[in-house]
């Protein structure tokens, strides 16, 4: 059965039928804490509970940490941007760890960034060294991930296109809110990751709305055993594994084609830049981002984030 952690600033928690339990730890980071199991366990049968709603959460996954993300995971998400899911390959870029921001966050545009844009996804929070050379197989793979995380790969699709720069566009601070919860998971519970439905609402509107099961292109078991020919990976890193169809940028073959077409980057931009601003679904100062990954019948739940977009000032 799956286990619930919450961070507060201060403090790791269970979170029981009862209430928030704090767990008896020194840990500082995710990666300490996945090794002080035992507390976690006491926690969990612990019988002094706090209300969860009086804790102030933060990212259950602590900075500096590896975050790796692929990229164009999701057949849906893949053709409603006009491309073929049989010609994508699995492919890979990095965010800043310094991106990573809690659940109740604020999401901040920089000033110089028009065309803000989401992603909800699906986190995985390695649990154990993962050198480069490591043989995964779809027997051993979940002993790699301790727990799934909800995450949101914030994009800056201004940036992202014209320089076709994935790092930058992707890492600003609070680019990648994460949690609510860190969830612990065994290998049973991974059996039913293609079980797991991605939802994400913009202002109470649902934009994304999809299970991973017959969508996702490339599940954990090859991401894995891709980056673990070049990349290693230790406890507490994190892996987000894409998005599926809804995001803002949604332009058809049409936008696709001058993305990818030989033309130069400025003349490509100069194309499509007047139909993406005209898109109402970007993000804007004041809008309110809500996402969640569960289940369809609620036995494994990531929890429910609620952010808020504002201008820098």
């Known amino acids: 059965m799956s286990t619930s952690v919450l961070r507060s600033a201060d403090a790791w928690w269970v979170a029981t039928p009862a209430g ?115 043989t995964i197989t779809a027997d051993n793979w979940a002993d790699y991930v301790a727990a799934l995380v909800v995450t949101n790969d914030i994009s800056a699709r201004d940036i992202q296109l014209p320089k076709g720069q994935f790092f930058e566009s992707k890492s600003y601070p609070t680019f990648t809110p994460v949690g609510p919860a860190l969830v612990l998971v065994d290998g049973d519970e991974l059996k039913r990751f293609d079980d797991l439905r991605l939802r994400l609402w913009v202002n109470g509107q649902l934009r994304q709305n999809m299970p991973v099961g017959g969508d996702m292109l490339f599940p954990p078991v090859e991401a894995l055993q891709t980056l673990s020919r070049f990349q290693r990976l230790d406890p507490g890193d994190l892996v987000l594994t894409g998005t599926p169809v809804g995001t803002a940028l949604s332009g058809g073959p049409k936008l696709v084609g001058m993305i990818v077409s030989l033309l130069p980057p400025a003349l490509k931009w100069k194309l499509v830049l007047p139909a993406q601003v005209k898109n109402p679904k970007y993000l804007h100062d004041g809008d309110v981002i809500e996402a969640t990954v569960a289940t369809d019948d609620a036995a494994l739940r990531l929890g429910r984030q609620r952010t808020t977009v504002r201008d820098a000032r």
Do not use: W
Not at 67 to 87: C, E, I, L, R, Y
Not at 90 to 110: E, H, M, N, Q, W
């Open 20 to 134: 928030a339990a704090r767990i008896a730890t020194k840990a500082r980071t995710t990666a300490q804490l996945l090794a002080d199991r035992t507390a976690i366990t006491a926690a969990g049968a612990s019988g002094e509970t706090v209300p969860v709603d009086s804790l102030a959460l933060v990212s259950p996954v602590t900075a500096p940490c590896r975050v790796v993300a692929q990229a164009t995971n999701f057949a849906s998400h893949v053709k409603d941007v006009g491309m073929n899911p049989k010609q994508i390959p699995l492919t890979f870029f990095r965010k800043a760890s310094g991106s990573i921001a809690g659940p109740y966050d604020d999401v901040i545009r920089p000033a110089h960034v028009r065309l803000l844009d989401y992603e909800v996804e699906i986190g995985l929070v390695i649990g154990r060294e993962m050198p480069v050379g490591t």
